[in-house]
């Protein structure tokens, strides 16, 4: 396929869509109380929260600043007869900021909804180019990278916002970090685990060293710990999960978002590490599904040109905003599946996937403010919920195939939790 810039293509990853078409792929936290499921969360008492006492991790990039503010409280597992919540998961690529304000504009979003995300950073867009050479990518040259590097303006601005994201109660993943896809051997595909591991070590460092490797003492420090922070992520292009896994696991990762054309259906486990796909949903007006991200809607669109003549826009936009609506609706009236949906922050086709996202995630939200049990959240966030059921109440809601109601209702569903056959190791690390 053509080639994408630099700035259109923050992280881009993508997996096979219908068409067979593989795709390259503030500074303080918010006061108000809410918690990632819209029921409220920690409040303050007695006047306003004390801001949190930074304790710098290694040179300053980093620091201990506590717990994360606006999370959820401890899940619980479903009750016998219990109806599960809808869970829906936006992600983004890459996560860095390069001036088009879209990183602050979907942080409003959540924000306005009370909404967590999660941000799969890509660790070169914390590197300055000037320092290129401190990455040893696998199989490539040193320095090499499929998605450039960001300025040092831009590298700042992609700071700032994970900065805000973080303490407003959204996960900060990794999409690693050179972008490498396609056949070649130096593609992700082709990483043994242990490359994996080089891989992952570099982005963890460029987010923790971001101060020695700039020079710059004038920028608070990320106000987490990212070696207890990071605890999944998703490969470029959605390519070599299987020699990622082993490497995931060695690291106590809880998942992986990684897996193509996956369905809406709820998840098990690969190599004792939740498996979180991206998933195939209807595509309005044609006879095939897409797979839930901005490129795979592009793909079958404008056969993944990003400049398409804009009298295709308007049609595309409400094609793409409805995709991810209709497979919402679909698992909300049916299996209940949590739905994955995953983005970049780009300017395609005049910028018509970023309003797809937006509409489509005003129209979820809406529904959980209209009292639906609609949880928009992180995947850290719906780990944790997947952890503290019961296996074999997960093991019943797999049996539930795409756009499958239970028979006899959730009451009768839920309250039966015995599978003839079901195998609770399959929940097991």
Known sequence: MRALSRRGMLGLGAGAAAVSLAGCGGLTGSDDSRQADGSGGDSAQGGAKPK???RPIG?????????????PSAPEPLEPGQTPPQFVVFSWDGAGEVGNGLF????????EHGASMTFFLSGLYLLPESKKRLYNPPNNPRGASDIGYLTDDHVKATLKNVHRAWLE???????????????SHGSVKNWTPRQWRSEIDQ????????????????????????????????????????????????????????????LQVWPTKRQGIWDLPLQQ???????????????????????????????NYPGWRKQSAQAYIQGFKRSYETNRAPLFIGNHFEQWNGGIYMDAVEESFKHIAREKEKGADVRLVSFRQFTDWLDAQRPEVLEKLRTLGVGQQPAGGWREFTGRTSTPGADPSRNAA
């Not at 040179?59 to 999370?71: A, C, F, I, R, V």
């Not at 602050?104 to 924000?111: C, E, I, M, T």
């Not at 109660?169 to 056949?183: A, D, K, L, R, S």
């Open 52 to 54: 949190p006492t930074a």
């Open 59 to 71: 040179d300053g990039s980093t620091s201990h600043t506590g717990k994360q503010p606006h999370q």
């Open 104 to 111: 602050p504009r979907f942080l409003d979003l959540a924000k």
């Open 169 to 183: 109660g959204h996960e900060i993943g990794t999409h690693f970090n050179g972008h490498f896809c396609g056949e």
């Open 203 to 262: 982005a963890k460092a460029f987010v923790k060293e971001w101060r020695t490797n700039t020079g710059w003492t004038d920028l608070p420090s990320l106000p987490f710990d990212y070696d207890k922070e990071l605890v999944g992520g998703r490969t470029p292009c959605l390519l070599g999960q299987d020699n990622l896994l082993p490497t995931a696991r060695e690291l106590g990762w809880r998942y992986d978002a990684s897996s193509p054309g996956g």
């Open 281 to 311: 949903i209807p595509f309005p007006g044609r006879g095939f599904e897409v797979l839930s991200m901005d490129y795979n809607m592009l793909a079958n669109q404008s056969l993944a040109t990003t400049k398409a003549p804009a009298h």
